[in-house]
Every structure is written in structure tokens, then in C-alpha cells.
């Protein structure tokens, strides 16, 4: 019985030693495969670093505001009793918005105007009798003093009763309304916004540094969204002449036209100042840049061995220093010669050392003013 059992084990053994040769064999043959591996080429596409002219330009954010903007208010208290506007319409210069009620104010107009007739009447009796000697200068002067009171105390009401009807103060459009028919206003209550959309003020601030650079007339491409990737002309209008304390920025103010009303008051705008003269730059597409926060930097294509042509192409990391961008191309500062060609879009999937194949029949076409269209 002990000599069957032993001879079960050693079998038991001897399978488990062949199951066990027969996996190594296997797994050594696996790994001898995969060293001798080498993945298929990445294919992308290129485009060629090249000098180009570029015009200097000064990038910041800003925001729109009217030349002519105003809250109209009430100047003094009452009651409304008439609307003259709807809401977001455009009006004229002039135009009646509000009427308060004046029935107080119009029924003591006529006794001050009588008031007034009278002590005029008696002025010119104490002028005359006063060429004949008949009364003293200070009679004179008394009917001087209630003649000017009478007449003030007119103007007064009438003044009051021209205020209680509340007009547009210049051309532009109008906002939400924020009173009532039959609503008692208090005096400064708001009553609707008034804007003027043309022309606009575009406000901005730039650096203490870029003072030497800027003057009054310098042009400014302003960009905004929900603009159908426009660009608006600017011109710079004024330069504070004073320093932020706590920034260190000087704020900038340009003016720019808006006859098609596209822009609004309130708007965040991207601002452009473009400087005079241009510089030569080494320009690529901005999609060939693999960014990332220690530094940037392209693959550019070169032959896996220098001077053959037919010898494959692989990828080489190259860190670059971005000068500013433009369009769909970036100025470099560093990092790349003219002339190199770089691989220019899937770059995040790429490594330095792969093996790629060049194919361009589907490379995007990159441009200086790229205009998207409206999907």
C-alpha cells in the first residue's frame, strides 16, 4: 500500500515538473518576442518653422462701456401719470419718458404769474414817479425787490412742472423699465437705463512697462464673444496719466465704432494694441506646441540616420520659448532653426525616439486671422 502511494506521488511529480518545463519554455518565448518587438509608425503631420514679418502688439483684457450712459432719475418727487417708452426701445434726443402728475404746480401757476403782472405794473409807476421825485429811492427799491420776488416765484413753478416731465437726454437705447403708471417716485428714484451704443469706450490696463511704448491714435483690434469671431477697430484715446498703486498698471482708453450695434456696454472684450514697425519672428502652428507647466515643447521630424533620406523618419523632443501668439501660429523665441520641420497636430500622443510616417493630405490649414464659421 506505502509503494502504490509512492509511486502515485512521483507521478503526481513528474506531471506537475512537465506542466511547470513546458510554461517556462513558453513564457520565455513570449518574452524573447516582445524584445524583439517594434510597434508600427505613428503617422502626423508637419508643417516647416519660417520666418516671418510680424508687427508687435501689446495683449490685454478689458471691457466696453458707452461714451454717453445714464440711469435716468427723478428729480423731484411725485406721481406718475403717464409712460412715453417701452422697454428696450431706441429714442431721441429729448423724447418724454415720464410725465408726473403737475395739477398742484398748474394751479398755482396762474396767481403767480398775476402776482407777477401786478408787481411788474407797479414798477414801472415807482419808476416814474420816482423821475418825478414823488417817492424816495427806498419805496423804488422795495418795488424792485417785489417785482424779482413775484417773478422767481413763477419761474419756480414753472421750473418744478418742466422737471416733473422727464425726457431722454440724448439719442440712444433704452433698457428695462423699472417704474409704474401710478407709482409715487421719490426724488433720485430710477426710472430706465439709457445707453448710446455708438460710439463705445473700451477700457483696459497694461503694464507700467509698456508705457514708453503706447501713444494716443495707436490702433486696437478688439475681439469679443457672440461676435461671430469679428474683430472691431479701435483707436486709443487716452492714456491715465497716473500709475495704479496697487497693480502697477496704467488704464488705457480707446473708442471704437458701433454703427451695427453689435456691441454692448458691459461687454468683456480681448484687446490687441498693435505697435508700429514689425520684427522678423520664426512662426509655427500653435497645435504643434505640447504644453506643459515646466516647460513647453515640439517634436520635430528628422531622418533616423542623418544624410539618408530612405533611412525613416523618427520624432525628436525639442523644448521650445514661446514670444507671443497670433492667428494659429506662435512666435518662437528659442528652441527651433528655420527650416526644421515639426510634427503639427496629435502632438500630446507622441514621444521623443518614435517612428513616424509624414502624410498631409488631411492637414488643417492654419491662418494669421482664422474666422470660424457659425455652426
Known amino acids: 500500500m506505502t509503494k502504490r502511494l509512492l509511486l502515485a ?6 506531471v506537475v515538473a512537465l506542466i511547470g518545463g513546458i510554461k517556462a519554455l513558453q513564457i520565455r518565448k513570449m518574452i524573447a518576442q516582445g524584445s524583439q518587438f517594434v510597434p508600427p509608425p ?5 508643417a516647416v518653422a519660417e520666418t516671418a514679418a510680424w508687427g508687435a502688439s501689446l495683449r490685454a483684457v478689458g471691457s466696453l462701456d458707452a461714451v454717453q450712459g445714464v440711469t435716468v432719475s427723478a428729480e423731484v418727487s411725485g406721481k406718475i401719470v403717464a409712460i412715453g417708452f417701452e422697454a428696450g426701445q431706441t429714442v431721441a434726443k429729448g423724447a418724454m ?74 439719442a440712444g437705447r433704452l433698457g428695462i423699465r423699472q417704474v409704474n403708471l401710478g407709482q409715487i417716485l421719490r426724488e433720485g428714484d430710477s426710472i430706465v437705463s439709457l445707453q448710446a451704443p455708438d460710439p463705445l469706450f473700451v477700457n483696459f490696463q497694461l503694464p507700467q512697462g509698456d508705457l514708453p511704448q503706447l501713444q494716443v491714435g495707436l490702433p486696437v483690434q478688439v475681439s469679443v464673444d457672440g461676435a461671430a469671431g469679428k474683430a472691431f477697430e479701435a483707436r486709443i484715446t487716452a492714456i491715465n496719466p497716473e500709475v495704479d498703486l496697487a497693480t502697477r498698471n496704467v488704464r488705457i482708453q480707446g473708442t471704437l465704432s458701433n454703427p451695427q450695434g453689435l456691441l454692448r456696454p458691459g461687454m468683456f472684450a480681448s484687446v490687441s494694441v498693435v505697435l508700429p514697425g514689425q520684427s522678423e519672428v520664426l512662426v509655427i502652428p500653435a497645435t504643434a506646441v505640447l504644453y506643459a507647466p515646466y516647460s513647453d515643447s ?60 509624414v502624410d498631409n493630405t488631411l492637414a488643417p490649414e492654419f491662418q494669421l486671422a482664422p474666422r470660424p464659421e457659425d455652426n
Open 42 to 46: 505613428e503617422t502626423v503631420t508637419t
Open 97 to 170: 419718458l415720464l410725465q408726473l402728475d403737475t395739477s398742484t404746480e398748474m394751479a398755482q401757476l396762474p396767481g403767480a404769474e398775476a402776482e407777477t403782472a401786478l408787481a411788474k405794473n407797479n414798477l414801472e409807476r415807482f419808476t416814474t414817479l420816482l423821475e418825478q421825485k414823488i417817492i424816495s429811492k427806498a419805496e423804488y427799491d422795495a418795488a424792485v425787490a417785489g417785482y424779482r420776488l413775484a417773478l422767481s416765484q413763477a419761474d419756480n413753478l414753472r421750473a418744478v412742472i418742466a422737471k416733473k416731465t422727464v425726457r431722454a437726454p440724448f
Open 9 to 14: 506521488l512521483f507521478g503526481l511529480l513528474l
Open 298 to 357: 515640439v517634436f520635430v521630424v528628422e531622418p533616423k540616420e542623418p544624410g539618408k533620406v530612405d533611412s525613416g523618419q523618427v520624432l525628436r523632443q525639442q523644448f521650445v520659448r514661446i514670444e507671443r501668439k497670433r492667428g494659429d501660429f506662435v512666435a518662437l523665441a528659442s528652441g527651433l532653426k528655420a527650416g526644421e520641420t515639426v510634427a503639427s497636430t496629435g502632438v500630446f500622443k507622441l514621444r521623443n525616439g518614435q517612428d513616424v510616417v
